[in-house]
């Protein structure tokens, strides 16, 4: 007995089936069975009847198979593909070695979210890769492998060389297709144009039938071979019920080859090789400049992860090996020649270095490091060899994550495309509708122009521009983006920016560098001991101001029971007596008659007496003062949202010329001020780093933080910007603004030419090579048009 699904023969002992139109039908294995029910219950059973049975699968997929897929659950392995968020759930991108079209993209994820575990699953087709997050504790890697090879798709952990192999592949397909039907319409053209002018009078019916039967032989593998790619799109689409470019062009292409033939045949009526020819020629064009487009972006996050060595030198106990970077374990030591790139995160453990972070930020000059700094994976160490502490490995590296935000933001839709997407689908169906009422009103007046009117109606108004206004525009931005070391994890930037009236900006480590100094005290007791306090309870802070109190003893205390106030301060428990750090407000809940001076901002007391007050220095960010003077110019008002002391946000606030500041707030009340703006009908960006500001970095309309910023603030926010500057902001803001402004020219192109070439074509005006022409000039000046986005 043969499979019904994959025609292969059924082992023994095997006795599955499924239904098919009431009868029950055999199949080898539990993948063939999922498959053919999910086939079956997407009412997709006519595959069954249309499919190709001349050759057989060579490899099915067998329960064996299945079991194999175990080994991904194992933690030493995940180490080189999955990636762990803040919020307990694992990411991972997978390539997806057989899918072929949007409707594989959409039976996918569908079938992902019914999964249990599973948070998210988006699917980039251009790229062939699935990202997908899942808790572990409800839900293996394994399961989620099985699940898509259960749908008879094979999904393996992204790998940079399969998916350039992949593009070279896809590439060299377009080629090839392109190759021939070029070829194919210069041949034909030159006969047709010996048939336009005229020469066709002198030329004997026979002679005449000879040359159409030449166009015939160069025509057709035009039709049954480049033009594959169209049948391909229209057959999934009308398979997933929805309507693409690809239908009006496949009706086009298959009706005026169909009825040339019947012209040359029959030697009656006309022929329309030549259209056909270049109208095939010319759309492949715009498809290929569209992938191409595609590519670049994709390419350039791929080529990051190829240009990380693939050995690392690890210091043992007595020696120095060289291993591959793929056994480095977290807390290793490795070290790094002068011009060397650095294989994985990790902490200096030198006294300076020097290192370019082009790769990752866009800054071309050398970034200096001091001892205990972050090191991240794809920089390059200029000078003298350096040791290093690792960190982060594999996908967990700052690196892999850039990757992960690109292609997130390459695979979400903003709504702008889903608007255009929805507009090209009811464009569609009209244009199938009017070009029935063509053929028929021609057929009444003029039945010999009924088929070329038609097709002329179906070809110049195919709306691939308009489908292509949002994608190129969106892909070209991200690429120049990503390249300037802005990475967003999705096109909301483009969607606030229209409205965007209100900037709100954090102080410490945003508007400033986060880099304290204590400049002055003032104690109660012995200082040493007030030393021994504070550093052992700043030790359980992460807040950059913490950092130069954590180093005030060499021998800090040993607190047990800390808690941590967000925006407040640190308590914690030391021989039996409970002690505070932090905000004047979170030392007067102990003292409420305690007042402290304006230029003192850290307070650390006991519940018996106020023990200390501190003053901390930080210095203002590099570009702040430009950036809020840009912010002003143009329209955007700034305003200071702080936990700091009034006097220090005063200060800054005047420094920077920001009219508006509100200090001394928690996270609550900043997440309530960002709510409030919001409902008063305002736009509100949100710029912050630490842990305190993630709550409002999620409710903001758009939100940015920086590569240094805490790990929940960068899960929350939907920019991070991995250079230093804030000039980064306005950089946003203008390619933004300019992305829009490009996707609204395409767009009005897109839909002025549409709507404008209609009428003339319906009424006979537009020869159907001039509708291929129009129809693929159309494309071209979209595409050319998004392509400025790559530049700066």
């Known amino acids: 007995m043969e499979c019904f699904h994959c025609l292969q023969p059924i082992p023994r002992g095997v006795n599955l089936?499924?239904?098919?139109?009431?009868?029950?039908?055999?199949?080898?294995?539990?993948?063939?069975?999922?498959?053919?029910?999910?086939?079956?219950?997407?009412?997709?059973?006519?595959?069954?009847?249309?499919?190709?049975?001349?050759?057989?699968?060579?490899?099915?997929?067998?329960?064996?198979?299945?079991?194999?897929?175990?080994?991904?659950?194992?933690?030493?392995?995940?180490?080189?593909?999955?990636?762990?968020?803040?919020?307990?759930?694992?990411?991972?991108?997978?390539?997806?070695?057989?899918?072929?079209?949007?409707?594989?993209?959409?039976?996918?994820?569908?079938?992902?979210?019914?999964?249990?575990?599973i948070h998210k699953a988006i699917v980039n087709v251009t790229s062939r890769r699935l990202q997908v997050s899942?808790?572990?504790?409800?839900?293996?890697?394994?399961?989620?492998?099985?699940?898509?090879?259960?749908?008879?798709?094979?999904?393996?952990?992204?790998?940079?060389?399969?998916?350039?192999?992949?593009?070279?592949?896809?590439?060299?397909?377009?080629?090839?297709?392109?190759?021939?039907?070029?070829?194919?319409?210069?041949?034909?053209?030159?006969?047709?144009?010996?048939?336009?002018?005229?020469?066709?009078?002198?030329?004997?019916?026979?002679?005449?039938?000879?040359?159409?039967?030449?166009?015939?032989?160069?025509?057709?593998?035009?039709?049954?071979?480049?033009?594959?790619?169209?049948?391909?799109?229209?057959l999934r689409a009308i398979q997933a019920s929805r309507l693409n470019m690809d239908i009006p062009v496949s009706i086009a292409l298959l009706g005026a080859y169909s009825a040339s033939v019947y012209a040359t045949i029959t030697n009656t009526g006309e022929v329309y090789f030549e259209s056909i020819s270049m109208f095939t020629f010319f759309l492949l064009t715009g498809r290929f400049l569209e992938l191409l487009a595609k590519e670049r972006a994709l390419k350039f996050a791929t080529n990051r992860l190829t240009l990380l060595p693939k050995l690392a030198s690890r210091e043992t106990d007595d020696a120095v090996e060289s291993i591959a970077i793929k056994q480095l374990n977290v807390g290793d030591i490795i070290r790094v020649k002068a011009g060397e790139t650095i294989p994985a995160d990790g902490e200096l453990l030198n006294p300076q270095a020097q290192v370019d972070e082009s790769l990752l930020t866009g800054e071309s000059l050398p970034r200096s490091k001091k001892l205990g700094d972050a090191i991240i994976a794809g920089s390059i160490n200029q000078h003298s060899p350096i040791r290093v502490k690792v960190t982060a490995i594999a996908q967990q590296t700052v690196?892999?994550?850039?990757?992960?935000?690109?292609?997130?933001?390459?695979?979400?839709?903003?709504?702008?495309?889903?608007?255009?997407?929805?507009?090209?689908?009811?464009?569609?169906?009209a244009i199938l509708i009017i070009a029935v009422i063509t053929f028929f009103s021609w057929w009444w007046i003029q039945p010999e122009h009924a088929l070329w009117v038609t097709l002329a109606v179906l070809v110049a108004t195919c709306p691939c521009a308009l489908s292509l206004a949002a994608p190129t525009a969106l892909t070209g931005i991200?690429?120049?983006?990503?390249?300037?070391?802005?990475?967003?994890?999705?096109?909301?930037?483009?969607?606030?920016?229209?409205?965007?009236?209100?900037?709100?900006?954090?102080?410490?480590?945003?508007?400033?560098?986060?880099?304290?100094?204590?400049?002055?005290?003032?104690?109660?007791?012995?200082?040493?001991?007030?030393?021994?306090?504070?550093?052992?309870?700043?030790?359980?802070?992460?807040?950059?101001?913490?950092?130069?109190?954590?180093?005030l003893s060499d021998t800090p205390a040993k607190f047990t029971h800390v808690s941590n106030e967000m925006g407040a301060g640190l308590q914690g428990q030391l021989d039996g007596e409970v002690y505070r750090v932090g905000s004047e407000r979170f030392i007067q809940q102990w003292h409420p008659e305690f007042k402290a001076l304006n230029k003192y901002q850290v307070i650390v007391a006991s519940k018996k007496q106020v023990l200390a007050q501190f003053r901390v220095e930080d210095q203002i960010r590099d570009g702040a003062a430009e950036t809020i003077e840009w912010l002003k110019e143009n329209g955007y008002e700034p305003i200071i949202l702080s936990g700091d002391s009034e006097s220090r946000v005063y200060e800054l606030a005047k420094e920077l010329g920001i009219s508006e500041y509100h200090s001394g707030l928690k996270p609550e009340e900043k997440l309530a001020f960002v709510t409030e703006q919001q409902q008063l009908g305002h736009t509100v960006w949100m710029?912050?780093?630490?842990?305190?500001?993630?709550?409002?970095?999620?409710?903001?309309?758009?939100?940015?933080?920086?590569?240094?910023?805490?790990?929940?603030?960068?899960?929350?926010?939907?920019?991070?910007?991995?250079?230093?500057?804030?000039?980064?902001?306005?950089?946003?803001?203008?390619?933004?603004?300019?992305?829009?402004?490009?996707?609204?020219?395409?767009?009005?192109?897109?839909?002025?030419?549409?709507?404008?070439?209609?009428?003339?074509?319906?009424?006979?005006?537009?020869?159907?090579?001039?509708?291929?022409?129009?129809?693929?000039l159309s494309s071209l000046l979209v595409i050319g048009n998004s392509l400025r986005l790559y530049r700066k």
């Not at 034909?188 to 020469?199: D, K, R, S, T």
């Not at 892999?400 to 169906?429: C, E, H, T």
């Open 687 to 776: 710029v912050g780093d630490g842990i305190n500001d993630s709550p409002v970095l999620a409710k903001a309309d758009l939100s940015m933080t920086f590569s240094k910023a805490s790990d929940l603030a960068q899960t929350a926010a939907d920019v991070v910007l991995m250079s230093e500057s804030l000039n980064q902001i306005k950089v946003v803001i203008e390619s933004a603004l300019k992305t829009r402004k490009v996707m609204q020219q395409n767009f009005t192109w897109a839909l002025v030419y549409n709507v404008s070439i209609l009428p003339v074509a319906a009424i006979g005006m537009v020869a159907p090579w001039a509708a291929a022409l129009g129809m693929s």
């Open 399 to 429: 690196l892999a994550g850039i990757i992960s935000m690109q292609d997130s933001a390459l695979a979400v839709k903003p709504r702008a495309q889903q608007v255009i997407d929805k507009i090209a689908g009811y464009f569609i169906a």
């Open 478 to 551: 991200i690429h120049r983006l990503n390249r300037d070391g802005i990475l967003l994890k999705g096109a909301d930037v483009l969607e606030s920016v229209k409205q965007l009236d209100k900037v709100c900006l954090d102080k410490t480590g945003t508007l400033t560098e986060g880099q304290f100094r204590l400049v002055e005290r003032q104690d109660s007791i012995d200082p040493k001991t007030v030393n021994h306090i504070v550093s052992g309870l700043e030790l359980f802070s992460e807040h950059p101001l913490s950092v130069p109190l954590s180093q």
């Open 134 to 234: 899942w808790s572990p504790e409800e839900l293996k890697l394994s399961n989620i492998l099985r699940a898509l090879a259960g749908i008879g798709y094979k999904a393996l952990p992204f790998q940079a060389n399969e998916a350039e192999q992949q593009y070279e592949r896809q590439r060299k397909s377009y080629i090839r297709r392109l190759g021939v039907a070029g070829i194919a319409t210069m041949q034909v053209m030159m006969i047709a144009f010996g048939l336009y002018f005229g020469v066709v009078s002198d030329l004997s019916p026979d002679l005449q039938r000879f040359l159409w039967g030449v166009s015939l032989v160069f025509a057709t593998p035009v039709i049954l071979y480049s033009a594959q790619p169209f049948y391909a799109g229209a």
């Open 17 to 117: 089936s499924v239904e098919y139109k009431g009868s029950e039908k055999p199949v080898c294995c539990a993948g063939c069975q999922a498959v053919a029910e999910t086939i079956i219950e997407h009412r997709l059973h006519a595959y069954y009847e249309h499919r190709d049975i001349s050759q057989l699968q060579e490899t099915p997929v067998l329960p064996d198979e299945l079991n194999d897929l175990n080994l991904y659950d194992h933690p030493d392995l995940q180490k080189e593909f999955v990636r762990h968020e803040g919020d307990g759930t694992e990411v991972a991108t997978l390539t997806i070695e057989n899918i072929t079209c949007g409707a594989c993209g959409w039976l996918i994820e569908r079938e992902l979210m019914r999964l249990k575990g």
